[in-house]
């Protein structure tokens, strides 16, 4: 197996963009989907379409054994040890929202400490500032080292017993930066406070196991996995979901409802109101099924290839600034010098190659770096050295542009 025959999986590539090949650099942003996925959803709507837990026809009975059999594949997928821990959302920020609405604001108080770094995705730091000011807790940072990583001193200096929360990024999403969650879970835990992790880069890219971290809650989506866009996870420990309220009300949570008061089902459905993401879910478990079958022993590796690649080539090119540690995955933030970054990523468009250009919700971040954005390239299973060669062409060209106008 290699790059270019799974490229073959994945139709969007194959076109021209601009009047050359197609090289998508986004992946950080949203990953493209392979047939084997547009299938799978395709072939939902055309003969399982139904609502799912409520009919005892043949075709909802279908539909609800393909949703729920997402959901074990997803339990199986991340280590987790029982099924009501998947709780399906349509998305990161839905599920981090979700744990700062149903968790938070009943468990965290005035006095209280919520802690997070300063590299987070803006889905993990708006909630926690939400909750800081709903009720009354303080919300503090872990330093970071000077190139984009956190030290385990740093973490053992920074969490004392006001603090109940941690919440931290997997995959920085703009450094790369892997953080250590196993060792950063104990040091949080030996204080009393719990953990969530934003798994959203990760996910696509390392193998993850919730049981092995024994971090108390994981998120992620689908749709940079290989999977529909509207459908993500969160997984949380079954001791802690069952103290979370509900924070959508309607069809499908509720166990038995009456004039003036209500009762929830069990979990995980308490947590999925209305009518569920069911196509998404069905996107979602080929998508598992496909990256299983490709192997993230492959998929790490080559990523990893990749990343140390263009870093190399995107040095030797000079006049250029690259942003986080020597240690990363998946992905280069930079810019090129006396270039702002939307320009940068406007010429590489008219090559047919897409980057991503801006804070990348990130803006805390971007603030700590000195800048107001950046340009980034992110690669995943189907990009090839090819494509980073493509990339240097164009920034090569990118260069002696704006070099002629200014």
């Known amino acids: 197996m290699c790059a270019r025959d799974i490229r073959r999986d994945f139709p969007i590539l194959d076109q021209e963009v601009n009047g050359y090949p197609f090289v998508y650099l986004d992946s950080a942003a949203t990953s493209q989907k392979p047939s084997q996925v547009i299938e799978a959803v395709s072939d939902y709507y055309r003969q399982d379409n139904s609502n799912v837990h409520r009919g005892v026809h043949t075709v909802g009975t279908r539909a609800t054994e393909a949703y729920e059999g997402a959901r074990e594949s997803v339990r199986s997928f991340i280590g987790a040890s029982k099924t009501e821990e998947i709780i399906f959302t349509r998305g990161t920020t839905e599920a981090i929202n979700l744990v700062a609405r149903g968790y938070a604001d009943k468990h965290i108080q005035a006095g209280d400490e919520i802690l997070i770094t300063q590299m987070e995705h803006h889905s993990n730091l708006i909630p ?220 590489l468009d008219s090559y047919g190659i897409a980057v991503r250009a801006g804070h990348h919700c990130a803006q805390p971040l971007m603030k700590w770096l000195e800048v107001t954005a950046t340009a980034r390239a992110s690669f995943y299973l189907y990009n090839t050295t090819e494509d980073v060669d493509r990339l240097v062409e164009g920034l090569k060209n990118a260069k002696e542009f704006f070099g002629d106008v200014f």
């Open 128 to 347: 926690w500032q939400q909750v800081a000011k709903r009720t009354g807790a303080t919300l503090s940072y872990i330093p970071m080292e000077p190139d984009g990583t956190i030290s385990l001193e740093q973490v053992r200096q920074s969490v004392t017993r006001q603090t109940k929360l941690v919440a931290i990024t997997h995959l920085s999403n703009v450094l790369g930066t892997i953080n250590p969650i196993a060792d950063i879970t104990k040091i949080v835990h030996a204080h009393g406070g719990v953990v969530l992790v934003d798994g959203a880069q990760a996910v696509p890219h390392m193998t993850v196991n919730v049981t092995a971290l024994d971090c108390d809650f994981y998120a992620f989506s689908g749709h940079k996995m290989c999977g529909p866009t509207g459908i993500g996870v969160l997984y949380g420990k079954r001791e802690l979901l069952e103290v979370m309220e509900p924070v959508q009300f309607g069809g499908e949570m509720i166990d038995f409802v009456e004039l003036y008061d209500s009762t929830w089902k069990e979990l995980p459905w308490r947590f999925e109101a209305g009518t569920p993401i069911i196509a998404g879910a069905v996107g979602l478990k080929a998508a598992i099924d496909y990256l299983t079958e490709v192997g993230y022993d492959y998929i790490e590796a080559h990523v990893a290839m990749l990343t140390d690649y263009a870093m190399k080539q995107l040095r030797a090119l000079g006049g250029i600034t690259i942003y986080g540690p020597e240690h990363r995955s998946g992905l280069i933030t930079f810019n090129l010098d006396d270039v702002h970054p939307h320009d940068t990523a406007t010429v």
